[in-house]
């Protein structure tokens, strides 16, 4: 069966870095796109990009543009995001989620497995 | 990219019909019929409901529709029971490689 599992909560402080893992099971890695998505105490959900392992195509979200890298190991099949420059407003629950995609333009259709959530406490 | 609009909250009776609504552009929801809407329970990751429109995944009750008129989406369902309690939240293709969520829908069962 598909399984995203992903790594555990991380405590970080203002301006440092986290990186949060993605293990996916049961399906070719290769064949679906990886997407990210937070979401903020009792707030809604917001995407935050997407990768293809494929072929390592990305896209971010214009408000996380140049904080972001998302990247993948086949070797592993292991989706990793990477958040730099931390600030207390992205304290949030981070998600990774299997995304369908469709044709060469790759128009993102839907996500229909999601990882448990990692919590990302940004603090002093 | 501006959020989808959603209300914040919607109720109903166990049994009525209720519906969610997520309004967005000609840029998103109005162009493509790649909205998908998603069931979330508190403390848990959110599950698939309805994908391309208005497409059931396997295992998902059939009480859960979904159509979309012009630059809206809307998420129906019917016969309403106690589980059903919980947030919802759609999402757009919005071109280039982009999705956009709305803000969500708290569903109250009364």
């Known amino acids: 069966q598909v399984q995203l599992v992903q790594s555990g909560a991380e405590v970080k402080k203002p301006g440092a870095s986290v990186r949060v893992s993605c293990k996916a099971s049961g399906y070719t890695f290769t064949t679906y796109g990886v997407s990210w998505v937070r979401q903020a105490p009792g707030q809604g959900l917001e995407w935050m990009g997407w990768i293809s392992p494929d072929n390592g195509n990305t896209n971010y979200a214009q408000n996380l543009q140049g904080r972001v890298t998302m990247t993948t190991d086949t070797s592993t099949t292991t989706a990793y995001m990477e958040l730099r420059s931390l600030r207390s407003d992205d304290t949030a629950v981070y998600y990774c989620?299997?995304?369908?995609?469709?044709?060469?333009?790759?128009?993102?259709?839907?996500?229909?497995?999601w990882g448990q959530g990692t919590l990302v406490t940004v603090s002093s | 990219q501006s959020a989808l609009t959603q209300p914040a909250s919607v109720s109903g009776s166990p049994g009525q019909s209720i519906t969610i609504s997520c309004t967005g552009t000609s840029s998103d929801v109005g162009t493509y019929n790649l909205v998908s809407w998603y069931q979330q329970h508190p403390g848990k990751a959110p599950k698939l409901m309805i994908y391309?429109?208005?497409k059931r995944p396997s295992g998902v009750s059939n009480r859960f529709s979904g159509s979309k008129s012009g630059n809206t989406a809307s998420l129906t369902i019917s016969g309403l029971q106690a589980e059903d309690e919980a947030d919802y939240y759609c999402?757009?293709?919005?071109?280039?490689?982009?999705?956009?969520f709305g803000g969500g829908t708290k569903l109250t069962v009364l």
């Open positions: 999402c757009s293709y919005a071109g280039s490689s982009t999705l956009v």
């Open positions: 989620a299997r995304v369908a995609v469709q044709g060469i333009f790759d128009r993102l259709l839907y996500f229909d497995y």
């Open positions: 391309e429109g208005s």
